[in-house]
């Protein structure tokens, strides 16, 4: 029985086999491209990313939406500058924090009077309106303790967590409250579950013992809060040596890396049951595989993940770049129709 792509995500998180592995890819900016639409003109309006969700489900087949407009969106809620260009997505410009002063009086933004929120917003309200089936809306936050790192940059960001706790604690406490406040705000507005993205807590950022003083009680703390199911993200970092600890947050899925040491076999071995594991072809490398190669790959990560579900094939970061052809897309497609039906074969 062929089931809706919303009765395989839930019989995929119940940790059960559906009738094929489900298939989330988020080209984020190729339906701009295929529209002729500049990119800051399509990411500032609802209307056409909600379009061009849809577009995208219907051309590669996915099994979800992912209601997300740009990285930058929750810097530029704090009154950062948003970089466009046209061959890659937005970035975070000047670092809005750039004293420790700036730190004792920054406030969180309401997000009902925050313009760039409510665009996101309002797409979400339009795809659950026009979108033509009961697909999943996935919502999008970062995680309190990754946004300083735009809120910062980099340097300092890493320099404040080593040497000024308290400055550090009061900054995690104001986007504790907006991680909270943008969350729930996309609950309401259609999304059916949030993506924790979290990349500074990969150990491939910050050492493990310190993931655990820090984003592990800061998860814990939050995610079962969110009036939603919660999918953590590391954007294409290392996650195995913490995944004990991220298991235990109430996390319903694990966006992984699964490159280098970590084998997606022994990621799926500690996560069966626990959580659903989503990933994880390689965005950046993607650009340049043929049909013959995409096929390859799919196959092998399907035969190391999916038996016995649990397991979402996605890519291993959660945008993939514009470079990518869509013959590479089509064919990850086509792989998961003859590769990931249940019962798997390969």
């Not at 094929?20 to 701009?32: E, G, K, Q, S």
């Not at 079962?224 to 993200?233: D, L, S, Y």
Request: proline letters at 8%; one cysteine or more.
């Amino acid at each position: 029985m062929t089931m809706s792509s919303l009765e395989r995500i839930l019989t995929t998180i119940s940790h059960k086999e559906p009738d094929r592995v489900p298939l989330i890819l988020n080209p984020t900016m190729h339906p701009a491209r295929d529209m002729g639409i500049p990119l800051k003109k399509y990411f500032t309006s609802s209307e056409l990313v909600a379009q061009g969700l849809i577009a995208t489900r219907e051309k590669f087949g996915t099994d979800a939406y992912i209601g997300f407009h740009y990285s930058p969106v929750e810097y530029e809620a704090f009154g950062g500058e948003v970089i466009f260009r046209e061959d890659g997505p937005p970035n975070s410009g000047r670092p809005i924090i750039r004293t420790g002063d700036e730190i004792d009086t920054l406030t969180a933004p309401v997000v009902e009077e925050t313009e760039c929120l409510q665009v996101v917003l309002d797409m979400i309200k339009t795809l659950k309106k026009d979108a033509p089936d009961d697909a999943p809306i996935f919502g999008v936050a970062i995680s309190p303790l990754s946004l300083p790192v735009m809120q910062m940059g980099f340097e300092d960001y890493i320099r404040l967590i080593y040497s000024d706790e308290i400055r550090f604690n009061r900054l995690i406490e104001v986007n504790k409250r907006f991680f909270m406040d943008w969350a729930t705000a996309q609950i309401e507005a259609g999304a059916s579950g949030i993506i924790y993205y979290d990349p500074v807590s990969s150990p491939t950022i910050i050492p493990p013992e310190l993931y655990r003083k820090t984003g592990l009680k800061i998860a814990k703390e939050l995610i079962p809060k969110v009036p939603g199911p919660v999918v953590t993200g590391f954007a294409s970092a290392s996650v195995l040596p913490i995944l004990d600890n991220v298991l235990s947050t109430g996390t319903v899925g694990v966006a992984v890396w699964g490159g280098g040491h970590e084998k997606l076999s022994e990621i799926k071995q500690k996560c069966a049951g626990k959580a659903t594991v989503i990933g994880n072809l390689n965005g950046i490398e993607m650009r340049h595989w043929t049909r013959e190669k995409t096929f390859s790959i799919v196959k092998q990560v399907i035969s190391d993940a999916a038996p016995g579900g649990g397991f979402i094939l996605s890519d291993n970061h959660g945008e993939i770049p514009l470079q990518v052809p869509d013959e590479v897309l089509f064919a990850i497609r086509d792989a998961v129709y003859e590769y990931g039906r249940y019962p798997i074969s390969v």
